[in-house]
Every structure is written in C-alpha cells, then in structure tokens.
C-alpha cells in the first residue's frame, strides 16, 4: 500500500496580508459611509459633503443603491476570502470592481456627482475605483499563479 502523495501547500506572500488587510480597512470606511447614508443621517451627509452632499444623496435611486451595496458586500468579501486563500476571492474582486466602475459612470455620468461633492471627494472616489480594479488584477494574478484553493 502506498502513501497518498501531497502537494505541498505554499505559504501566504507577505504582499497577500497587506493587500487583504488595506483593502478590509478601505472597505469598512466605505461600509460605514454607505450605512449611514443609506439610513438617512443628513448630520453625517452635511459633514462629510455640505448641503450639496444631503440633497445629492436624498432620494439616491435603488438602482445605485443595488449596484453600491454589490461593491461594499463584494469588496469585504473579496478582502476576507483572500486571507483564506480561496479562489472565490476572484470572483468577489471582480464583482466589486466592476460595480465600482459602474457606478462611477452612472454617478458622473448621469447624476453630476463632480458638482454635488466637490472635487476632492470626486477625485478621491476616482482613487478608489482605481485601488478596486487593481485589487481584482491582483486577485486574478494570485489565481493564477496557484495561491489561491
């Protein structure tokens, strides 16, 4: 009788830990701004974006709404299931990213997100779709190169 032959399982590069856990963080503080606008804190919405900020996301259509909380749920996901390794943490980047792009189009698009929040918060957003596209490239070459199960 032989002994089953194992693949040897190969540790997790230091730039997986770092790309999972700015990622997390960066996904929490987004989580944080969609909950509380989602529930309507106008004092938070003036704070962080004037009154422009409150009338821009009153009334926010569900379709935003949809496409917003897809990037938040799949960006957390994609972040949590990198540092498990698993081969789903593609798929969850990929979803994530793409509604990111989706609803940069869609908000500056069509809804003149520049004018209502300012340059610095658009340009920051911008930043972010960047970052999301660039996780999921970086999610896509760890699956490739057969880190992720």
Known sequence: ????????RTSRPWHLWVAAIVILALYAGGARDYLLILAGDTGYMSRQFGPDGVAYFT?????????????????????CLLLARSRWAVVAAVTSATAQVVL?????????RWAAL????????????VVAV?????CRQLGRRGLLH
């Open 1 to 8: 009788m032989t002994a089953p032959t194992r693949t040897p």
């Open 59 to 79: 009334g926010y259509p569900l379709a935003l709404r949809v496409v917003w909380t897809i990037n938040i749920v799949g960006g957390l996901a994609a972040a």
């Open 104 to 112: 940069l189009v869609a908000t500056f698009g069509f809804r003149d």
């Open 118 to 129: 300012g340059a610095a918060t658009s340009w920051f957003d911008l930043g972010i779709g």
């Open 134 to 138: 660039l996780f999921a490239g970086y």
